[in-house]
């Protein structure tokens, strides 16, 4: 018997020293990646057994054991695979990484790696993960065509030595065991084994199996029981998504729906394809019916459960859809990435782009389906999911007039909750009007009583009525739509075909108007005649490039620095308080009271669109008195 005694490179010392000292938060992964070169070695051994029947002579069924030892303190990962051949053992087990490991060790010093479970493989020393929890790994393999004399045992402790044996072993395959360190014995307890493989490993091709033994009824003695020990399959292989959308039925669809995104309802749509050509990958992916409590969170989990031939790499992967879509659960498995792909690489990976992209379209795509075929079911979803996908208009350039097409507004001409496309809109718009006017503000009921929408009522124009807090960055984003431009309501000076009255009024108020400029020009950067109001006073207009006031607060509550933009104050000409203060002016341009109706006026018009008073005990000293005087 042969035994010799090897040391590793310099290197693997330095690689082996660093996962030793438990560099990496995730120390499960040790279980996904062993799991994974078991499942390799089967592939091959399956492989080879098409054309050589000695490979596996009795049919014995291709698995992958997990063997957990209590008393011995030991986990073995057993296969019945290809196994390795003396030189193998030595080329395999000895080295890391024959390319790239000053790279791995770069990564594994810097502040990145803790936390990045994908680090592991990236550089093909996932078999060396096992030291973060064993303080010996022996490993015993035999090659599937060799003899039973011919097998080998190659053993270390990380001690910068390992040790290989010619031994026997009647069986093919590999088995790795893990003398598992004191304060690691959890990986021995069966839940803790179940929850990983069923995280990482649920849909590996073969079944990865378990004795487990359970207390069952004594058939002689009911009042009795007795232990039982039976193999259990651990994980489900029910990888559907690589199956034809034929093979699955509705009930396989929303079982895996629940399994992937822990929502206890039936999907509102089910994506599956499989994409083929210069880059091949199956995605399954689901559209919820109703929104998650946290999706708003900063920390919300974004992107499919992205597969490599079955083995779960990323539970989230960000790269594989853009953030307004972030609602959409599922999962993509690529033949063309590597199953050592980590969360750096997919950034800027090829293949992950054409991903993107394809994936990107088939749900926008799905998304005008659904809205074509069944506008109830869609305007459902987009009630809970609308706000985030109007993001994409903001966000996606390319894809922004696309996205515009699915966006639901109400209106002033709808009824509560019944919503409209922009294609409608412009549909019904009359001939003369050439812009989409829309108003945004916290509620329908404020919007709709808000001065701004006067003139449209009385004119009898339609306003879409914008009530989510991001509204006005994303109309303004889009710009136009059918060549029309979308005109706010609160912003810029409108033109509504009353120009030469407004002209005539301007000129006519032109003093006053003068006067309440300079004693208000802290504050405003123009006071003019509006064309917009027809009840109220005056109000507030932003300028044509500002945020509307909504938009403002968000973002100051967010912690923000918006600038402020100086507004328009826009009195109406035809309101008896301003005729008054004309007359007033007309009288005496020094009067007083003028100049206490300017500041009540401009505090008024703050309070008019949800703002307060500049000085709130003043404004309602000021109100007292001339509702005094009034009496």
Not at 68 to 84: C, F, K, Q, S
Not at 164 to 173: H, N, P
Not at 403 to 421: Q, R, V, Y
């Amino acid at each position: 018997m042969s035994v010799s005694k090897r040391k590793f490179k310099a290197e693997v010392n330095k690689i082996l020293d660093l996962m030793i000292h438990s560099l990496y938060s995730h120390k499960e992964i040790f279980l996904r990646e062993l799991i994974s070169n078991a499942s390799d070695a089967v592939d091959k051994a399956r492989y080879l057994a098409l054309t050589d029947k000695s490979i596996n002579p009795t049919g014995d069924e291709w698995q992958i054991e997990l063997i957990p030892d209590v008393e011995a303190g030991t986990l073995t990962v057993r296969d019945n695979g290809i196994g390795l051949t003396r030189d193998e053992a030595a080329e395999a087990l000895g080295t890391i990484a024959h390319s790239g490991t000053k790279e791995f060790l770069k990564l594994l010093e810097s502040s990145k790696a803790k936390d990045n479970p994908e680090l592991i493989g990236q550089f093909g020393v996932g078999f060396y993960s096992a030291f973060m929890v064993a303080d010996q790994v022996t490993v015993l393999t035999r090659r599937a065509d060799a003899a039973a004399d011919e097998a080998i045992c190659w053993k270390s402790e990380a001690d910068g030595n390992y040790t290989l044996e010619d031994i026997t072993k009647d069986t093919r395959g590999t088995d790795v065991i893990l003398h598992l360190k004191e304060d690691e014995k959890e990986y021995l307890k069966e839940w803790e084994l179940r929850k990983v493989v069923k995280q990482y490993s649920d849909f590996i091709e073969y079944p990865v199996v378990m004795e487990v033994t359970r207390n069952q009824p004594d058939p002689d003695d009911k009042e009795k029981s007795v232990e039982k020990t039976e193999s259990e399959t651990l994980n489900s292989r029910k990888a559907i998504w690589i199956k034809d959308k034929s093979e699955v039925s509705e009930e396989e669809y929303n079982e895996f729906y629940k399994h992937v995104s822990n929502d206890f309802n039936d999907p509102a749509r089910t994506i599956h394809y499989r994409a083929e050509g210069t880059t091949e990958f199956s995605v399954l992916l689901y559209l919820p019916k109703e929104r998650p409590f946290d999706i708003h969170y900063q920390d919300y989990k974004i992107g499919p459960t992205l597969y490599v031939r079955r083995v779960q790499i990323m539970d989230h992967c960000e790269a594989m859809l853009p953030p307004y879509l972030r609602f959409v659960k599922g999962v993509v498995e690529s033949a063309d990435l590597p199953l050592n792909v980590s969360r750096e690489m997919l950034q800027d990976n090829k293949v992950v782009n054409v991903i993107k992209k394809n994936i990107t379209k088939k749900v926008l795509d799905n998304l005008a389906t659904m809205k074509k075929e069944d506008l109830e079911a869609y305007t459902a979803f987009y009630d809970q999911f609308g706000r985030i996908l109007k993001e994409g208009v903001h966000n996606d350039f390319e894809r922004k007039d696309t996205i515009a097409e699915l966006l639901l507004f109400e209106s002033t001409k709808t009824e509560p909750g019944k919503k409209i496309t922009l294609a409608e809109y412009v549909e019904r718009m009359p001939e003369e009007q050439k812009e989409i006017y829309y108003m945004t503000g916290p509620d329908r009921t404020t919007a709709e009583t808000s001065p701004y929408l006067e003139v449209f009522k009385e004119k009898g124009l339609e306003v879409l009525l914008m009530t989510d807090d991001i509204d006005d960055l994303i109309i303004s984003s889009l710009g136009t739509y059918q060549e029309k431009e979308l005109q706010s309501a609160v912003k810029g000076d409108l033109d509504l075909g009353d120009s030469d009255k407004k002209e005539e009024k301007q000129k006519e108020y032109s003093d006053l108007l003068a006067l309440m400029k300079e004693q208000l020009k802290d504050v405003v950067a123009e006071v003019r005649v509006s064309g917009r109001l027809k009840d109220s006073a005056v109000c507030l207009v932003a300028g044509e490039h500002d945020l509307d006031p909504q938009m403002e607060k968000m973002f100051r509550a967010m912690g923000q620095n918006v600038p402020q933009g100086q507004r328009s104050l826009e009195v109406n000409p035809d309101h008896p308080l301003i005729a008054k203060m004309q007359a007033l002016f007309a009288a005496d341009a020094k009067n007083d009271r003028i100049q206490e109706y300017v500041d009540l006026l401009y505090d008024q018009a703050l309070l008019l669109e949800g703002d307060r008073p500049r000085d709130p005990v003043a404004f309602a000293k000021a109100m007292s008195q001339l509702m005094a005087e009034g009496a």
